[in-house]
DNA sequence: GATGAATGAGCATTCATTCAT
DNA sequence: AATGAATGAATGCTCATTCAT
């Protein structure tokens, strides 16, 4: 029983944590991590000020929450798409990133999120092991023997490529945030083009 | 003798408006936008705070200022580099980025600049405007007659490729500010793969 | 039966009364009046903040009650040590005062209530009755006949020794706070002297 | 000129020191360090809260400052009494303390920096500097030659005196904050029998 | 033109207190 | 009786902006 009703505890506790996090993720979103005042989380999350400090230590605590939420995500995304036709889930991606949940990481957030690091090691850490992991499932990927859905890549091509897929997919992230409305056909063009290139030998 | 006079004051003032420009980009690229203050901006710049008003309206026409100060020297450096390797450019241009001046932007600065234009519509036209500057250089150059240093691609192809450029440049330009150590032989093994790639038919 | 019902009750309220005053006082002494929070107490009473609330009206009640019961300490103090050297008293009890508990008063509380009946009404007329009794009792013991274990002083005279006495354990109080580690053979050595003669005709 | 000019720009500034000082000193025997806010301390010296943060970099600040101010009263005081009747001093001062400012420190504010030192390590330095030079000068006055109004005790002898004589003073404040309508009569009565008393071998 | 003192609104954060459970 | 989540007011502090000099 003292079992159920921590755990009871727990999950509300948790439940506040996921609300303060949506609530500071819109706001970050919309006004920047700095624009966007404690008051105005707290308000967005139907709640007071004071309460969020239950639950974060302090502003900072909640952007480090939302890196660490991201990129979770955005590491989910990996491994679900590895058979996948990526030129196609590329394009299909754009503009499509959720404003709050979902799949994949909100294009905005990333942006906040990497200018961010360039001040907070906290951050930056947290960012820098999420791209060796990332790389390093793309270049394991491409590395991985055919039967297992890789394309059997030499490991120090597979290497180069997966950095070059690694800057290309940032370089689509900061373009959506400039062009959410780009001709979809021109970029499907020109990643069915190289997609393909960079998978093979 | 009016007009002397008058552009000897415009003068002055075109040299004061560099000097905050100057300050200004130095504490943003050091700092951010918003944690960057006029105090800071105006003890870098070696003038009082309250001079900076003279000649900016505000803290956030500083921001725009920079920007398109920014997008000029960028805008410039495509023209004097028609000529190129480009793949070999990439490489040696990456974690070369000069904090204050000279060819290409400071990557802290992109992003921060990048970041503000989700939420400032007169940041976000003025690098909507260069995009589409930049974008129609390179699809221009691609598409060029060789005996112009062009390339000879039809002009749709020239459009995804541009495109793609576009994109890889980007996003090279994030990895900087992530991976400022990156090894560089991996990083132009690839892009000497797959950059040619792009210029050719 | 309802007597010894209430009679439990009240004794449970006692109870957990002082083990707030306990917990309270030693905050106190740690943080001072201002700086230890209700949460703070609570945690160190190993109870919730809320509960506090049902046993005293709010702060200020509770700062309230620990002067009243350190004066009752106090008072009970001077009652045991009639007899007694008190030069050497003094010196032994300088430094020694015990934390939480026990004869005389701990130094850094006396300040901190002190300043407080500087600014509460309630607390100064607590801290003006009990030095009334102290000076009385002081007072009492100088005139009183040898045989009682007084001295013998005329009336007048150990009104003013009386207060002579008070001022200097006071004064002793506060140098406690300051210098711990005074040299106690300097103190010993001047207390021996005066003392003796306070107590003389 | 220069030096005119910026001679000009220091008074001020000393000026809005003091200006700030007082005002704070004020508060803060009225309130204590603690109660008294930032914005309380700005109305009283008629300037926004704000301003203050450009003479002190913060709170603690502003009540070192004090507390060094107020040791330099008191220090000053004791060069200036040195050939004085002390008992006659000691009762003539007592209650006379001004609120702001003259000679001798005002009562409650010692209590509010003695309470403070306990948790204030820089508050605890300068007072016990304070304190030496204090005891010190005390115990060189008693030792010095009579010809030299001095009082002619062996050194060791006017180690244990001067550590008297402190713990008498300080025993004197604290009982000028709680009786402050006290018997003068009754006090004179007592020091001028054991003030002389202290200063003879 | 140039200064920097001054303001006032705003920020993150804390905490005594309440109250549904 | 007991909890601890929730509130709201207050606090120390910062900073863009103004303006008398």
Redesign the interface.
């Known amino acids: 029983m003292a079992t159920e009703q921590s755990s009871k505890a727990e999950e509300r506790a948790r439940l506040q944590r996921n609300r303060i996090l949506d609530a500071a993720q819109q706001r970050f979103?919309?006004?920047?991590f700095?624009?966007a005042s404690m008051a105005n989380i707290a308000d967005t999350a139907g709640m007071s000020a004071g309460l969020i400090y239950r639950y974060f230590e302090n502003k900072s605590a909640i952007i480090l929450a939302i890196v660490q939420r991201q990129l979770e995500l955005l590491r989910d995304d990996i491994k679900l798409h590895r058979k996948v036709d990526l030129a196609a889930e590329l394009v299909s991606h754009y503009g499509h990133a959720c404003t709050t949940k979902g799949s994949g990481m909100n294009s905005?957030l990333l942006?906040?999120i990497?200018?961010?690091?360039?001040?907070d090691p906290q951050i930056?850490a947290a960012?820098?092991e999420f791209?060796r992991t990332l790389r390093g499932a793309l270049a394991e990927w491409l590395a991985g023997p055919r039967e297992n859905d890789g394309h059997g890549l030499p490991p120090?091509?597979a290497?180069?490529?997966a950095?070059?897929l690694?800057?290309?997919?940032?370089?689509?992230?900061?373009?959506e945030?400039?062009?959410p409305e780009?001709d979809r056909a021109?970029?499907e063009?020109?990643?069915r083009?190289?997609v393909p290139?960079?998978m093979k030998p």
């Open positions: 979103i919309e006004n920047g700095h624009a905005a942006l906040e990497s200018a961010e690091a360039t001040r930056a960012l820098d791209d120090a091509l290497q180069s490529r950095l070059l690694q800057v290309l997919v940032e370089g689509l992230k900061i373009r945030t400039r062009e780009l021109l970029l063009t020109g990643l083009e190289i290139l960079l």
